[in-house]
């Protein structure tokens, strides 16, 4: 069942006294037609109760305020699993989607969204850094602590980003998200510097583990319309979960994908089975009693992370990298997301040291398809 965009779950809308007068913030706050509360720079928003047990409740308020830290920062990573070599540019905190695996829920230590206004400094910021590193390919994202465009009908931010990035020949934007909210990236001049990514999984774990989230039809039929105005994608099949009927769904949803979208559009594809904080798993569970994937067995990794065995990743991860290979066009970077080189040998016969390191793979992928434009052919 379509929710539509997650925005309209905000329902108080505060900003922090600095950023009262901030023509950013007094954008969005004209925009989004909601009551408005002035709190201290200091202050939070008044969310009764305690988390996470008032995190529902929280994804209802949204806070506009200044980032105190750093925009701009490398994944964070653990380097005992091979790396992509991300880089994160943090435009807020929390999201008004639900997905019941989410990590942010033992991440954040608060229940209510913000969105940073100081947009100058976050430039500003980004300029430094492809003026440190010029002959370095960056691959920016920014939807490791939010969702890229769930909040964007409000704060319009997507043009800004996709506008900075359209001359940028040594990196790549990638906006990820589980909405679509995709109307601000029409007519944009991006350049091919953006990419356009969304989250997929079995139907089954998209219609029950993610909520207010766009089904499966909308998301693909949102990545069309992104590949008929010009944009590469992405898909990231993460985090893959067991569950009765996996393998028939993963093959559902990789079937409908290609149907849908040319497959000469898509620059990547990453795949990463479920794992996750044990932290997480009381705090999902008392929060979605309905849902019982957090009961099979696990093992501790080497980061620290639940994570299925080894045999059982192996088994998805196979199965759906053959489907996979049926339909995606050769230049696409089919890759693990934090996985070891004895699991990327298993599976796919090769490790990303044999063919240059994953970060040369991945950059390989978006320089070919920029040489090669694609000629989209709608399947609707």
């Known amino acids: 069942m379509s929710y539509g965009d997650p925005a309209k779950y905000i329902t108080q809308l505060y900003v922090t006294e600095e950023c009262q007068q901030d023509t950013y913030a007094q954008e969005i706050i004209q925009r989004s037609k909601l009551p408005v509360r002035v709190i201290g720079d200091r202050q939070h928003p008044d969310i009764s109760g305690t988390y996470p047990e008032n995190l529902t409740q929280g994804k209802h308020h949204l806070l506009l305020c200044r980032n105190r830290g750093k925009f701009f ?113 029409e007519g944009l001049e991006h350049g091919g510097r953006t990419i356009v990514a969304w989250s997929l999984n079995s139907p089954l774990i998209m219609e029950q583990e993610e909520i207010r989230t766009a089904s499966l039809e909308e998301r693909l039929a949102a990545a069309v319309r992104c590949a008929e105005w010009g944009y590469r994608l992405a898909f990231h099949f993460d985090p893959i979960i067991w569950h009765k009927g996996w393998q028939e769904g993963y093959r559902t949803t990789i079937q409908r994908l290609f149907a849908k979208v040319p497959a000469d559009c898509i620059a990547w594809i990453s795949l990463g089975a479920l794992r996750y904080l044990p932290a997480l798993q009381p705090i999902a569970a008392e929060r979605f009693p309905q849902s019982n994937f957090f009961y099979e067995e696990f093992v501790e990794g080497l980061d620290g992370k639940s994570r299925y065995f080894r045999s059982q990743r192996v088994e998805m991860y196979k199965l ?15 890759y693990f997301c934090m996985e070891s ?33 694609h000629a989209v052919a709608l399947n609707l």
Request: hydrophobic share 40%; aromatic share 12%.
């Open 73 to 185: 920062k490398p994944c964070p990573a653990t380097w005992e699993y091979t790396c992509c070599e991300y880089q994160v540019l943090n435009i807020g905190m929390g999201c008004p989607m639900d997905c019941v695996y989410c990590i942010l829920q033992a991440y954040l230590n608060n229940p209510w969204i913000s969105f940073f206004v100081n947009i100058n400094e976050l430039f500003t910021e980004l300029d430094a850094a492809f003026a440190a590193k010029p002959q370095t390919f960056l691959r920016i994202g920014t939807g490791e602590f939010t969702d890229s465009l769930a909040l964007d009908s409000l704060t319009h931010f997507s043009p800004l980003l996709v506008k900075y990035m359209r001359d940028k020949q040594n990196a790549v934007l990638e906006l990820k998200s589980k909405s679509v909210v995709i109307d601000n990236l």
């Open 341 to 373: 080189e004895n699991i990327w040998k298993e599976v796919f016969g090769y490790t990303p040291t044999e063919r240059g390191s994953l970060p040369a793979m991945l950059d390989r992928s978006v320089c070919d398809m920029q040489e090669q434009p």
């Open 320 to 334: 759906i990298v053959d489907e996979l290979a049926r339909f995606a066009d050769p230049r696409t970077c089919i």
